[in-house]
Protein backbone atom coordinates (compact mmCIF):
# COMPACT_ATOMS: atom_id res chain seq x y z
CA UNK A 1 0.00 0.00 0.00
CA UNK A 2 0.70 3.34 -0.51
CA UNK A 3 -0.35 7.29 -0.15
CA UNK A 4 -2.67 8.39 -3.01
CA UNK A 5 -1.37 11.26 -4.45
CA UNK A 6 -2.62 13.86 -6.97
CA UNK A 7 -3.00 17.77 -8.24
CA UNK A 8 -6.32 19.27 -7.94
CA UNK A 9 -6.96 22.49 -9.58
CA UNK A 10 -9.35 25.44 -8.37
CA UNK A 11 -10.98 27.87 -11.01
CA UNK A 12 -13.61 30.30 -11.68
CA UNK A 13 -15.09 33.12 -8.76
CA UNK A 14 -16.85 29.92 -7.00
CA UNK A 15 -13.60 27.85 -6.41
CA UNK A 16 -14.64 24.78 -8.68
CA UNK A 17 -12.46 21.63 -7.96
CA UNK A 18 -11.25 19.53 -10.67
CA UNK A 19 -9.27 16.59 -8.90
CA UNK A 20 -7.02 14.26 -10.69
CA UNK A 21 -6.24 16.78 -13.73
CA UNK A 22 -3.75 15.71 -16.43
CA UNK A 23 -2.30 18.94 -17.66
CA UNK A 24 -1.17 21.97 -16.65
CA UNK A 25 -1.44 23.80 -19.99
CA UNK A 26 -1.65 27.27 -19.79
CA UNK A 27 -3.64 30.05 -21.81
CA UNK A 28 -6.21 32.82 -22.05
CA UNK A 29 -8.78 31.16 -20.28
CA UNK A 30 -9.62 30.60 -16.60
CA UNK A 31 -10.36 26.48 -17.37
CA UNK A 32 -8.52 23.54 -16.64
CA UNK A 33 -6.73 21.09 -18.49
CA UNK A 34 -7.60 24.13 -21.23
CA UNK A 35 -6.34 24.03 -25.21
CA UNK A 36 -3.60 26.45 -25.81
CA UNK A 37 -4.32 26.35 -29.23
CA UNK A 38 -7.93 27.02 -28.95
CA UNK A 39 -6.70 29.90 -26.06
CA UNK A 40 -3.57 31.51 -27.14
CA UNK A 41 -1.87 34.55 -24.99
CA UNK A 42 -0.95 37.51 -27.05
CA UNK A 43 1.96 38.60 -26.70
CA UNK A 44 3.03 40.98 -23.90
CA UNK A 45 0.04 39.73 -21.80
CA UNK A 46 -0.20 37.16 -19.39
CA UNK A 47 -2.05 33.72 -19.03
CA UNK A 48 -4.35 33.20 -16.65
CA UNK A 49 -3.26 32.03 -13.28
CA UNK A 50 -3.06 28.62 -12.11
CA UNK A 51 -4.52 27.52 -8.58
CA UNK A 52 -3.68 24.33 -8.28
CA UNK A 53 -3.06 22.02 -4.67
CA UNK A 54 -0.95 18.92 -3.75
CA UNK A 55 -3.75 16.53 -3.17
CA UNK A 56 -3.65 13.18 -0.88
CA UNK A 57 -6.82 11.16 -0.85
CA UNK A 58 -6.13 8.15 1.24
CA UNK A 59 -2.47 7.46 3.59
CA UNK A 60 -2.18 3.73 2.58
CA UNK A 61 -0.89 3.10 5.48
CA UNK A 62 1.82 5.94 5.00
CA UNK A 63 2.30 8.06 8.56
CA UNK A 64 2.95 11.18 6.67
CA UNK A 65 3.56 12.93 3.37
CA UNK A 66 5.90 16.48 3.21
CA UNK A 67 9.17 18.55 1.69
CA UNK A 68 6.76 19.59 -1.31
CA UNK A 69 8.92 20.92 -4.32
CA UNK A 70 8.02 22.42 -7.20
CA UNK A 71 9.95 23.51 -10.65
CA UNK A 72 9.56 23.52 -14.33
CA UNK A 73 11.65 21.64 -16.42
CA UNK A 74 12.16 22.58 -20.31
CA UNK A 75 12.75 26.30 -21.76
CA UNK A 76 9.91 28.56 -22.09
CA UNK A 77 9.52 30.37 -25.69
CA UNK A 78 10.76 33.67 -26.47
CA UNK A 79 11.63 36.11 -23.35
CA UNK A 80 7.88 34.50 -21.37
CA UNK A 81 8.75 34.34 -17.24
CA UNK A 82 7.19 31.74 -15.32
CA UNK A 83 6.09 32.62 -12.00
CA UNK A 84 4.96 31.25 -8.88
CA UNK A 85 4.29 31.87 -5.38
CA UNK A 86 6.25 28.83 -4.49
CA UNK A 87 9.79 29.37 -2.58
CA UNK A 88 12.17 28.34 0.14
CA UNK A 89 13.14 31.49 1.85
CA UNK A 90 10.40 33.91 2.91
CA UNK A 91 7.69 31.65 2.06
CA UNK A 92 4.13 34.06 1.97
CA UNK A 93 2.42 30.92 3.98
CA UNK A 94 -1.09 29.51 2.46
CA UNK A 95 -3.11 31.84 0.35
CA UNK A 96 -6.77 32.46 0.46
CA UNK A 97 -8.67 31.78 -3.09
CA UNK A 98 -9.00 34.56 -5.63
CA UNK A 99 -10.81 34.16 -8.69
CA UNK A 100 -7.61 33.41 -11.02
CA UNK A 101 -6.20 36.65 -12.85
CA UNK A 102 -5.14 37.20 -16.59
CA UNK A 103 -3.69 40.64 -15.38
CA UNK A 104 -0.08 40.41 -13.83
CA UNK A 105 -0.56 37.93 -10.63
CA UNK A 106 0.06 39.97 -6.84
CA UNK A 107 1.15 36.81 -5.38
CA UNK A 108 3.35 34.80 -8.03
CA UNK A 109 5.66 37.09 -8.28
CA UNK A 110 8.80 34.59 -7.69
CA UNK A 111 10.48 32.66 -10.84
CA UNK A 112 9.45 29.29 -11.10
CA UNK A 113 12.51 27.21 -10.64
CA UNK A 114 14.33 25.46 -13.29
CA UNK A 115 15.89 22.82 -11.36
CA UNK A 116 14.74 20.53 -8.37
CA UNK A 117 14.72 23.16 -5.02
CA UNK A 118 16.87 22.13 -2.11
CA UNK A 119 14.36 22.20 0.40
CA UNK A 120 10.20 22.11 -0.28
CA UNK A 121 9.65 25.68 -1.78
CA UNK A 122 5.34 24.94 -1.27
CA UNK A 123 3.63 24.40 2.12
CA UNK A 124 1.23 22.33 4.23
CA UNK A 125 -1.15 24.29 6.69
CA UNK A 126 0.84 27.54 5.38
CA UNK A 127 4.57 26.18 6.59
CA UNK A 128 7.37 24.59 4.20
CA UNK A 129 7.73 22.16 7.34
CA UNK A 130 4.31 21.44 7.53
CA UNK A 131 2.87 17.58 6.76
CA UNK A 132 -0.28 15.66 5.97
CA UNK A 133 -0.83 12.81 8.11
CA UNK A 134 -4.31 12.08 6.89
CA UNK A 135 -6.19 12.48 3.31
CA UNK A 136 -5.61 16.42 3.12
CA UNK A 137 -4.63 19.29 0.70
CA UNK A 138 -1.51 21.73 0.43
CA UNK A 139 -1.15 24.96 0.33
CA UNK A 140 -2.22 26.90 -2.97
CA UNK A 141 0.78 26.80 -5.91
CA UNK A 142 -0.32 29.45 -7.96
CA UNK A 143 1.36 30.09 -11.18
CA UNK A 144 1.56 32.03 -14.45
CA UNK A 145 3.24 32.96 -17.18
CA UNK A 146 3.79 36.33 -18.37
CA UNK A 147 4.88 36.96 -22.21
CA UNK A 148 7.01 39.69 -24.20
CA UNK A 149 5.25 41.33 -26.96
CA UNK A 150 8.40 39.88 -29.32
CA UNK A 151 7.52 36.23 -28.48
CA UNK A 152 6.60 34.66 -31.41
CA UNK A 153 5.48 30.76 -29.92
CA UNK A 154 4.41 28.86 -27.42
CA UNK A 155 6.11 26.06 -25.56
CA UNK A 156 5.99 22.64 -23.99
CA UNK A 157 7.76 21.99 -20.97
CA UNK A 158 7.38 19.61 -17.79
CA UNK A 159 6.09 21.22 -14.36
CA UNK A 160 7.20 18.54 -11.53
CA UNK A 161 5.06 18.17 -8.34
CA UNK A 162 7.43 16.04 -5.69
CA UNK A 163 6.33 14.99 -2.50
CA UNK A 164 8.06 12.82 0.11
CA UNK A 165 6.55 9.79 2.04
CA UNK A 166 6.45 8.24 5.20
CA UNK A 167 5.91 4.74 6.00
CA UNK B 1 -23.12 24.36 -3.29
CA UNK B 2 -19.91 23.29 -4.02
CA UNK B 3 -18.50 21.15 -6.96
CA UNK B 4 -15.62 18.65 -7.31
CA UNK B 5 -15.47 17.06 -10.97
CA UNK B 6 -13.38 13.64 -11.55
CA UNK B 7 -10.40 14.85 -13.82
CA UNK B 8 -10.36 12.05 -15.46
CA UNK B 9 -14.50 11.30 -16.16
CA UNK B 10 -15.65 14.61 -16.01
CA UNK B 11 -18.55 12.93 -13.20
CA UNK B 12 -19.48 16.30 -11.26
CA UNK B 13 -20.39 16.11 -7.23
CA UNK B 14 -22.00 18.91 -5.56
CA UNK B 15 -21.79 19.64 -1.56
CA UNK B 16 -22.79 22.49 0.69
CA UNK B 17 -18.90 22.57 1.26
CA UNK B 18 -16.27 21.80 -0.89
CA UNK B 19 -15.27 18.44 2.25
CA UNK B 20 -18.96 17.37 1.30
CA UNK B 21 -18.54 17.29 -2.61
CA UNK B 22 -14.73 16.02 -2.01
CA UNK B 23 -16.04 13.15 0.27
CA UNK B 24 -18.96 11.91 -2.45
CA UNK B 25 -15.86 11.83 -4.84
CA UNK B 26 -13.93 10.12 -3.39
CA UNK B 27 -16.12 7.30 -3.33
CA UNK B 28 -17.41 6.80 -6.57
CA UNK B 29 -16.01 4.11 -8.77
CA UNK B 30 -14.16 6.38 -11.78
CA UNK B 31 -15.88 5.24 -14.78
CA UNK B 32 -12.84 5.94 -17.34
CA UNK B 33 -10.76 3.80 -15.07
CA UNK B 34 -13.02 1.53 -12.75
CA UNK B 35 -11.26 2.31 -9.67
CA UNK B 36 -11.96 5.02 -6.91
CA UNK B 37 -9.64 8.01 -6.14
CA UNK B 38 -8.06 6.46 -3.24
CA UNK B 39 -7.15 3.55 -5.00
CA UNK B 40 -3.43 3.34 -6.50
CA UNK B 41 -4.75 1.85 -9.81
CA UNK B 42 -6.88 4.89 -10.59
CA UNK B 43 -3.60 6.89 -10.96
CA UNK B 44 -1.60 3.77 -12.57
CA UNK B 45 -4.78 4.08 -15.22
CA UNK B 46 -4.13 7.26 -15.88
CA UNK B 47 -0.21 7.53 -16.29
CA UNK B 48 0.41 4.23 -17.95
CA UNK B 49 1.61 2.99 -14.58
CA UNK B 50 4.34 5.89 -13.88
CA UNK B 51 2.41 6.52 -10.57
CA UNK B 52 3.60 3.71 -8.53
CA UNK B 53 6.63 4.43 -9.74
CA UNK B 54 6.86 7.72 -8.50
CA UNK B 55 5.46 6.57 -5.25
CA UNK B 56 8.51 4.19 -4.91
CA UNK B 57 10.63 6.78 -5.18
CA UNK B 58 8.14 9.23 -3.19
CA UNK B 59 8.31 6.81 -0.04
CA UNK B 60 12.35 6.02 -0.75
CA UNK B 61 12.84 9.98 -0.10
CA UNK B 62 10.79 10.00 3.05
CA UNK B 63 12.58 6.67 4.45
CA UNK B 64 16.11 8.54 3.48
CA UNK B 65 15.26 11.21 5.16
CA UNK B 66 13.53 9.80 8.27
CA UNK B 67 17.05 7.75 8.55
CA UNK B 68 19.25 10.64 8.33
CA UNK B 69 17.71 12.80 11.37
CA UNK B 70 18.18 9.59 13.29
CA UNK B 71 21.63 9.38 12.83
Redesign the interface.
Known amino acids: ?6 I ?2 FNTV ?9 NTNMGDTDA ?2 LDPVAYPVTPGDYTYEKWQKIEV ?2 M ?1 G ?1 S ?4 LKIWRTGALGGSAAHLTNARETTYGGAETFATPLVTVSTIALQTMPSTEPTDANLGIGGSLTGALSA ?1 GLSDYLIHQIGTDAGDVAGSTSTMNY ?6 | M ?7 CGKVFEGET ?1 EK ?2 AK ?2 KHKCKKTGFT ?4 E ?2 DA ?1 SNGRF ?1 LQ ?2 A ?2 A ?3 K ?2 NSKKK
Request: aromatic share 4%.
Open positions: MAATVAAESETKTASITVNTAGSSIDNAQYDETA | KQVICGAEANYLPTDVHYLSSKALRGERK
